[in-house]
């Protein structure tokens, strides 16, 4: 069996990772789960949250939201409507863009859609901060 997986994670613009790591920490939309080497094939929808793993002894850390994750014994593929970097995000577009969708939830009153979209935007706003300033991290929970 092998040590290492092949981990690439792919958003509309571009292949953003194409890495080795001995595992893998990954939101799904139950939960989040560890992937290691020869795991069981699997399909997960992805939720809002981190993406964590070790490459060449480094820590890698991303913010993702919104997507798929295929498992394969040998390599994981995320295919995400949005992720980033944890060093590549931009702060004060993150905390700008929290406070415009606490505004809009407020301004939603009965509108269901509305409130369901700022609530869908409140929760990647405030995901884009905790990955940015490791608070609340699940790194450390990376075997």
Known sequence: MAETLQVEIVIPERKLVSETTSAILIP????????????????????VGEIAYRSA???????????FAEVLPDRVVIIAET????ADIDIENARRE????EEKLRAAGSDKEAYDHASAQ?????NLIEVHEGSGSIANLVP
């Open 122 to 126: 409140l929760l990647y706003a405030e």
């Open 57 to 67: 002894g480094e820590l890698r850390r991303l913010a993702v939201a919104w997507g």
């Open 28 to 47: 799904g939309k139950d939960g989040y789960f560890t992937v290691l080497p020869g795991h069981a094939p699997l399909i997960t929808e992805l939720a």
């Open 83 to 86: 992720a980033e970097h944890a």
């Open 98 to 101: 929290k406070s415009v969708a």
